[in-house]
């Protein structure tokens, strides 16, 4: 089967122009129409976002009837994190606390999404949506944590996975550890090469490629950046979209 994942740090509704517009960014999702979206900077009771759950709120204005949250930043009025929103079942979720000492507080929802399958089999996939360190030294060691978590730990070499978000990796060095130690593919380069990723930040003018999805037990079909003039302005970053399949076995 194919089915279509958008990873989007969507700061919390706020544009550059530093208007709160949720609308703004669910246009982006809808015109994307993506099965499973990946949020970060998601906000929840937080007075800048009208205390809304943002989450919620998203899900509810496009109909995606499965969505978890993971709040890793207290404020002192509500919290805010990752959200995954999903039009399949999400079987399990945990929030894995991906903190470094004393740095801000940062981590990595994990999800089972459920899969339909032929005959009447599901497959079950591992999403995980984080959103890593601004600090060199920390997002290596972020990267540790997530692997060495059970629900990563555990995973087969096949089994059917993704890694996506806000990586915060300016200098295009996790991408390794990703593609060479941990066998997975990359759907947001253009090419095979590390240095050769998608561009999504800032938004208005991209320089840098800081979202990527991250795939494994999956064949990659297409991947790119959303295009829309509106995100230009709805967020500091752009989405990154990925067309994947999930192969059936036997």
Request: glycine share 8%; charged share 25%.
């Amino acid at each position: 089967m194919d089915f279509r994942v958008l990873s989007y740090n969507i700061h919390r509704c706020i544009g550059v122009d530093r208007r709160f517009k949720p609308e703004r960014i669910a246009e982006i999702l809808a015109h994307h129409n993506a099965d499973l979206v990946l949020l970060q900077e998601v906000d929840v009771g937080v007075p800048r976002s009208q205390r809304l759950d943002l989450a919620a709120e998203l899900a509810g204005r496009l109909d995606y009837p499965h969505f978890a949250v993971g709040l890793n930043v207290r404020l002192s009025t509500g919290m805010y994190g990752n959200a995954t929103l999903s039009r399949f079942p999400i079987l399990h979720q945990r929030n894995i606390d991906l903190t470094i000492e004393d740095r801000k507080s940062r981590g990595c929802l994990y999800t089972a999404i459920e899969l339909p399958g032929d005959n009447g089999r599901s497959q079950e996939m591992a999403v995980f949506n984080l959103h890593l360190g601004l600090s060199f030294r920390e997002r290596p060691q972020q990267v540790g944590l997530l692997v060495h978590a059970p629900e990563f730990r555990e995973l087969s070499p096949d089994f059917p996975c993704l890694v996506a978000g806000d990586f915060n990796d300016w200098w295009t060095r996790l991408t390794p550890m990703f593609t060479e130690i941990l066998d997975f593919g990359c759907a947001t380069n253009h090419s095979n090469t590390y240095f050769d990723a998608i561009m999504t930040y800032p938004s208005f003018s991209p320089a840098n490629g800081l979202d990527k999805i991250f795939h494994r037990g999956l064949s990659l079909i297409h991947g790119k950046r959303c295009r829309l003039g509106i995100s230009k302005v709805a967020s500091d970053h752009l989405p990154v979209i990925a067309d994947l399949r999930l192969e059936r076995k036997g």
